[in-house]
Nanobody, 115 residues
């Protein structure tokens, strides 16, 4: 069982920045495949970015060049740096861990981009 706790969401103006954090339980964080997903009101949950144990990353086209996923294995934490935020980035952001064929999810953190 992996527990994930997100933090860092909030209200930000268009063009602003936020950094989300996700702290994971467990002693083998370094082998977890970690990711961020988001779900906007009335829409399906979608992939934002993933990071492999090797550090290789993948970002959705809609956030490329603006968002960056990273991880700190010493702190069992994955981050999502979000720059140049747009109104359409408003959503609940969920941390995800894939391990041994299982998916684990955090409870989510709300990001609202509004003037």
């Amino acid at each position: 069982q992996v527990q994930l706790v997100e933090s860092g969401g909030g209200l930000v103006q268009p063009g602003g920045s936020l950094r989300l954090s996700c702290a994971a339980s467990g002693s083998i964080f370094s082998i977890y495949v970690m990711g961020w997903y988001r779900q906007a009101p009335g829409k399906q949950r979608e992939l934002v970015a993933t990071i492999m144990p090797t550090g290789r990353t993948n970002h959705a086209d809609s956030v490329k060049g603006r968002f960056t996923i990273s991880r700190d294995n010493a702190k069992n934490t994955v981050y999502l740096q979000m720059n140049s935020l747009k109104v359409e980035d408003t959503a609940v952001y969920y941390c995800n861990c894939k391990l041994s064929g299982m998916d684990y999810w955090g409870k989510g953190t709300l990001v609202t981009v509004s003037s």
